[in-house]
């Protein structure tokens, strides 16, 4: 009975651990994140003026990749005028750096401070480890609400519901890929718009085509040749404190130095190893 409780305890300790809230101070700008890839022609969530303090807001384009100058104007993924601009996508600046842009979520912060801000991303793994860029947020990861995430915007993925293609007219076949998948090789991008296909080879060449390499990030001012492209500043730019970064991961919470460790600890002792081995 003793044991069976004590099992009961630990599982309850070890999902509470894991679902815990954010932290109270949104202050995060750096840890460790999850990486992917997305692309749509939706308005981005980041060109609402709500969604942070701007000096100048993030440029959105209509179907013609005109600028739309009224950054209340509505998404075209809503039926209004505003899509993302195409030249909002990743480009290489030497073999091992890269600008581009991203949707994000970072846990223990909010939309409205990660909006426009930049991070610097250094790949943990896979053929790209080492490698950096540096990304502004664009778009909320609205699919993500646990974990850091931060998703790079390269044509050539799955185009949500369709509206890359109707905002081009439905010329260019099965417009990044078929069934909501994505291209399998690069002599695909061949096939979309013009403006697009640079980008889309990028992540064949630059990127290695990896999927979902895990990265540390760590807020930076935005550089220029970001901010002219995306025409996006935010208030705070300059004067963030990067030093009061307060990160949180998983793993964090079983450090050594956490009650939730001492108390797993003690568990574990009572339990024994292959007890603990099978919650896993």
């Known amino acids: 009975m003793i044991m069976k409780m004590m099992s009961t305890l630990l599982s309850s300790l070890i999902l509470s651990a894991a679902v815990l809230p954010p932290i109270a101070s949104a202050r995060v700008f750096s840890g460790q994140s999850f990486t992917s890839m997305y692309y749509d022609c939706c308005k981005p969530a980041c060109a609402w003026p709500t969604y942070g303090s701007f000096v100048t807001g993030l440029k959105t384009c209509n179907a013609k990749d005109q600028l739309v100058l009224d950054d209340t104007a509505g998404g075209y993924c809503g039926g209004g005028p505003a899509s993302s601009c ?5 480009w290489a600046v030497n073999e091992t750096f890269s600008y581009g842009y991203a949707s994000i979520f970072i846990r223990g912060a909010d939309s409205t401070e990660w909006c426009c801000s930049c991070y610097e991303l250094e ?35 799955a185009d949500w519901q369709s509206q890359c293609q109707r905002r081009f007219g439905g010329t260019f076949g099965d417009f990044f890929g078929k069934d909501a998948t994505g291209f399998t090789n690069v002599t695909q991008c061949d096939t979309i718009p013009p403006e697009l296909q640079a980008a889309c080879k990028w992540r064949y060449t630059w990127y290695q085509d990896v999927k979902g390499p895990n990265a540390t990030f760590k807020r930076v001012e935005c550089p220029a040749e970001i901010v002219n492209v995306s025409g996006c500043l935010r208030t705070d730019d300059k004067t963030f404190n990067s030093s009061a970064s307060n990160p949180i991961s998983a793993v964090s919470i079983l450090s050594p130095t956490s009650p939730f460790a001492t108390i797993i600890t003690v568990a574990a002792i009572l339990l024994g190893f292959p007890q603990i081995l099978d919650l896993f």
């Open 86 to 90: 195409t030249n909002q996508t990743p």
């Open 123 to 157: 790949f943990l793994d896979s053929e790209i480890k080492g490698k950096k860029m540096i990304v502004q947020g664009i778009n909320v990861n609205f699919n993500e609400n646990q974990i850091n995430w931060f998703s790079l915007a390269v044509p050539g993925q």
